[in-house]
RNA sequence: CGGGGCGUGGCUCAGCCCGGUAGAGCGCUCGGUUCGGGACCGAGAGGUCGGAAGUUCAAAUCUUCUCGCCCCGACCA
């Protein structure tokens, strides 16, 4: 592809919007153009990447056996009526205002209202379906480019199988099929469990990528392997236990003590003593929840307990009607009304315990949670800290931020139940299928690549899914000495079967050609200049490394054909 | 949704506090020189200062409302 013949507005200054490495590259490189917050038209360059991106996990879906579809994106609002999921998705789900029509956020009720019209036999399945489509969600705020966005490309795939064997089975078959998706599209990345929110079902994983601007965090061991999304993670942490002196509950005045911390300073008290009291609703009931000292209670491990949809802390005023004070002089005993309550796992029957007073200005020591209050239930709900030690191994936990770049889930009946998409078994018996549900985010596989490598001066591709595999950069054009050789080696590349960017832009200085090239970043640059065609050679430049390699004039399809099959290995 | 910031030519920004002829750099067009790391000289084009209302003799500048974008938080398969 000739420049002066293709659309790649390239900018030299940093777009201000843009915060992180791959959404500022993205703007420069002329890949993407903001239209409105969260939605992006992807221009010539970055589309052709997209493309290669969708090329990769088609050919890994299929070989996985997966048929794709292409399923619509405007969906009647009754069929998500059907699993409440309606409700479920919220305001993050589009309406349209004059139709009783939805945008798609993902696509589990369309696949099982085929699904339950089509598939009536255990003998029908298991299938995978999946497709690449446009995806609508109402993010709240977008950010971080095309990391999270409004509209986006996903590829969903779907399974159905007649056993729990069988959806382990696809399931295995979707992790193996990623794990070589991301490899083949250069991204180092790792694997965790994870909650399955709004999803539902028994079991998920998600595939991260390790990033500053990565909105999760996960918690790991590389040497025991444990790896979780902080969501879910749990540590071997010590219980707090029971001390041996059990004495009556005692009201003291603390009337300088608001938080956690000012009980520790002002009385010595042991912070895992403390027993921390947050009043929460769950589904619009209220909750009074005991956590150890300053352990930070997870919210989404508390909707896991509850099964709620949605959990918030109290505003002030309700927790003064519930309970009799203001938040920090909150505890178990002498409540003002009557509150379902639940505790962490890690004061489970603890005593000497210490906690507010529903009184301002006043805690009970020498609590026993088992004695004096009205605990229902131990979950674990706390969130695990960096250094606390894993739940396999005992060792020493990381925790990272990460961006989240696929996700499978092993979604069970969830859908086919509510649905009513069923199948008959060898003996007759009616069952619901059973389904997995398995995501990537296209354009985050993008954005992820550009984070992962890019340097002062623009982005690094990987061969794999570069725009062109390469890149030539005819000096002065317009001297018929370059010009000659720079419409050969465009020629006979193209032929060799490689794609070119050739920069064939006249009077441009070199410098500027230069910068433009390690914008675009093609992972091999041949530079044709006098300089060395003189001696019959090009520069051959190799865009990661830095690495040059003087290249006789007849060598340069076979030198570039070597370095872009070298360059575009990848381990699977 | 809460807090903060910003909207001035295609891009990056100054001007606003203290009202009085709309600016710079880059980019773009034309001419010439230059040509291996974002060249130089000369001549040009290009802006309802996000929008509306108000105050004023006079508003980019002050007031109110509104729209948009970004950041932090809340939220998020």
Redesign the pocket.
Known sequence: MRLTQYFIP????????A?IPSHQLML?AGMIR?L???IYSFLPLGYRVLKKVETIIREEMDAIGGMEFHLPALNPKDVWEETGRVEAFGD?MFHLKNRELVLA??HEEIITSIARSFVRSYRDMPQIWYQIQT?F?N??????GVI?SRQ?T?KDAYSLDNSPEGLDASYDKHVEAYKRIYSRCGLKFFIVGAS????GGSGSQEFMVESDAG?DLCAFNMETGYAANIEIASSKIEPVGRLDENPDAEKFATPDARTIDDLIEQFSIPDERCAKSLVYFADGEPYLIFMAGNDQLN?EKLKTALGAI?V?PAHDEELAGITGADSGSIGPINLKSKIKQIADVRIQNANGMVSGANENGFHYKNIDLDRDADISAYHDLRTVLEGEPDPVGGKPLSVKKAIEVG?V?KLGTKYSDSMKALFLDDKGEEHPIIMGSY?I?VERIVACHIEQRHDK?GIMWHPSIAPFQIQITA??Y?SDVTREHADRFYNELTEAGLEVLFDDRE??????K??????LGMPVNV???????KDGN??I?IRETGE?KITPIDDVAAVCKQLVDELGKVEL
């Open positions: 390239t900018l030299k200054e940093i777009p201000a919007d915060v420069r903001l409105g917050a969260g993050t956020p993902t995806k969600r993010e709240p705020r977008p950010k971080s999270r986006f996903m399955s929110g709004a999803m909105e919210e949605e918030r996700h889930f995501g985010g001066d000096l002065k317009e009077g441009v200085s070199p410098g500027f230069f910068k433009d090239a390690d914008l530079i044709v200049g006098e300089k060395h065609l090009v520069e430049k040059r």
